[in-house]
Structure formats: structure tokens, C-alpha cells
């Protein structure tokens, strides 16, 4: 469902400025779930966001030189207010609630300040924990020496 804005939103203008004339604003789901992936990417110890399967397909796209903000982002969207769903891939050693947390706060001020749209809730759901490969260490090497003949 798309939002439709039946009055306005003035931002603030000088009074010289005319008043808008009639019109209606509508905000798309899509639009709405980029504004969360973006501010839900931003979050320190957020990997990734997305399933296997959608990560998947985003490391195609970050091949190509695209890159889809809403994956991993559900927004479902009323006339007045919004619902977001994120799933996401934690990095190791972050505390999962708190990241869950900080991952809510964010997206709940992006969208209600971007948007314009009451959050009702985000549902943060992790799926996975990104460990990072173990750092290789090379040996050092053995000094050379010369051969005596």
C-alpha cells in the first residue's frame, strides 16, 4: 500500500512565498525501505543486511557497480504511519540486543524525519554472524647465508 498525503507538508518559507497549490504526495514502500536499509547500514556492527539468498544476489549487484538499499528492508505503509521489517547479518562481537536496538533507534528517526511518516515499529531480525577469516601470518623468513665453498 502507498501513502497518500491528502494535505501538504509545508516546509518552513519565507512569507513572501505563495502557499502550494492542490496536490497529493505519494510515498512508495520502496522509497520507505531505502530510507531504513540506509540508516540501518550506518549502524556500527551491522555486516550486512539480508538472508543468504539476498546477500547473494547484492554481491552480484556490488560487482556490477549497483547496489539495492532495500534488501533485506520490508516496509509495509499505511496513509499515516509505517511498519519496517530488517533482517541482517551481525559482525562478531557485537552484542546482538544492543545492535538490534541501535538499529531500531536509527531507522525510526531516518524514517520519521525523511519520510515523514509515524513509525509504529521495526522488527529486527539476525539471521547470521559474520565472522572475518583468520589473519594469515606469514613465517618470517630465515635469513639467507652464504654458501662457503
Do not use: C, F, W
Amino acid at each position: 500500500m502507498e501513502y497518500q498525503n491528502p494535505q501538504p507538508v509545508v516546509p518552513n518559507r519565507p512569507a513572501t512565498s505563495p502557499a502550494p497549490g492542490p496536490g497529493r504526495t505519494v510515498i512508495s514502500e520502496t522509497a520507505v525501505a531505502k530510507v531504513a536499509g540506509i540508516a540501518a547500514r550506518a549502524v556500527p556492527g551491522v555486516y550486512s543486511l539480508g538472508s543468504g539468498p539476498s546477500r547473494a544476489l547484492g554481491a552480484i549487484r556490488d560487482a556490477v557497480g549497483s547496489s539495492d538499499h532495500a534488501a533485506g528492508v520490508h516496509a509495509e505503509v499505511g496513509e499515516t504511519q509505517v511498519a519496517v521489517d530488517i533482517t541482517l547479518v551481525a559482525s562478531y562481537g557485537t552484542p546482538l540486543h544492543a545492535l538490534a536496538n541501535a538499529v531500531r533507534v536509527a531507522v525510526y528517526h531516518a524514517v520519521e524525519e525523511l519520510v515523514g511518516l509515524q513509525v509504529i515499529e521495526v522488527n529486527v531480525e539476525v539471521t547470521d554472524v559474520y565472522v572475518p577469516p583468520p589473519v594469515k601470518t606469514t613465517a618470517p623468513a630465515a635469513p639467507e647465508r652464504e654458501a662457503l665453498l
